[in-house]
């Protein structure tokens, strides 16, 4: 099985490390930089690396697209004639319903398209900040579509155990970016304004304890990945920013009203909640 990946980033490149571990031996590099290639070629993690798609497209039975939102379609689009026929294509997006629009629009009807996305990440970015350790026991999310094979679902889905997620889980493209938009973009949002505030101060990591240092890590952000996220899930994110200053209002109603049993009550709620998770 050829396995293509498009884009050697800190995702690509932690795919690439991990299916290399998992015994994938036939795994194509693609990448605008060479020097990324050049670096994943002496890590053993690509067999092949190269600059121009079409010229190992043709023979990738897996294409996994590990490019900005806004750089699927371009790709998609310039180069869905090569490929091969049969061929399922994958994502590791953080926004779904859009671009499943925009890309069944265009997808040929000889591949099929199996959008994913892998609920582990880090702040770091480029193929130095691949780390397929991250994966292990990790979360994924399979937003399949009406066109979608079983068998290619499946595909996917073995990929993803095989380098050590845990548990993957099928949900509707709506679905999908209704949640990320609270569980994991408001999350960056909210570290971004913890560490904007006019509070914040050089002196401040003096006073931090773990707690800071955890809520604000995800504030070293890509900027160019993050702003296109949050822009193509907006009125999701924006109805999670709404309930969530609801959420404030009420402990901040409690504080100002000096009523301790309503602090009390709503900090058991979190915590009752929280113990329902993990």
Do not use: C
Not at 5 to 11: E, F, K, R, S
Not at 45 to 55: F, M, Q
């Amino acid at each position: 099985m050829n396995i293509a990946i498009v884009g050697l980033g800190a995702i690509g490149g932690s795919f690439a490390m991990g299916l290399t571990d998992a015994g994938y031996n036939n795994l194509y590099g693609i990448d605008i930089d060479e020097q990324t290639l050049i670096s994943a070629l002496n890590q053993g993690i690509i067999k092949k690396g190269v600059t121009r798609p079409e010229t190992v497209l043709p023979d990738a039975d897996i294409i996994l697209l590990s490019l900005y939102p806004g750089q699927i379609l371009p790709f998609v689009d310039q180069y869905k004639a090569f490929f091969k026929s049969g061929a399922v294509l994958t994502d590791v997006t953080g926004i779904k319903t859009t671009i499943i629009k925009e890309l069944t629009a265009v997808l040929p009807e000889t591949v099929d398209f199996v959008f994913a996305h892998p609920m582990r990440g880090s702040e770091k970015q480029g193929l130095e900040g691949a780390d397929h350790t991250q994966f292990i026991g990790a979360n994924a999310l399979i937003t399949p579509i009406q066109s979608n094979k079983e068998a290619n679902i499946k595909l996917v889905e073995k990929l993803y155990k095989d380098i050590g997620f845990e548990r993957i889980t099928r949900v509707t493209p709506e679905k999908h970016d209704e949640q990320i938009a609270y569980v994991s973009q408001l999350m960056h949002v909210l570290s971004v304004a913890v560490v904007n505030s006019p509070q914040a101060t050089a002196e401040t990591p003096l006073f931090a304890g773990k707690s800071f240092q955890e809520l604000t890590r995800i504030a070293d952000i890509n900027e160019d990945l993050w702003s296109e996220l949050f822009s193509m899930n907006k009125e999701a994110l924006l109805n999670s920013i709404t309930s969530f200053e609801e959420q404030l209002d009420v402990f901040k109603h409690a504080l100002l009203n000096n009523n301790e049993q309503e602090l009390k009550d709503f900090l058991i709620h979190a915590k009752i909640q929280r113990r329902k998770w993990y």
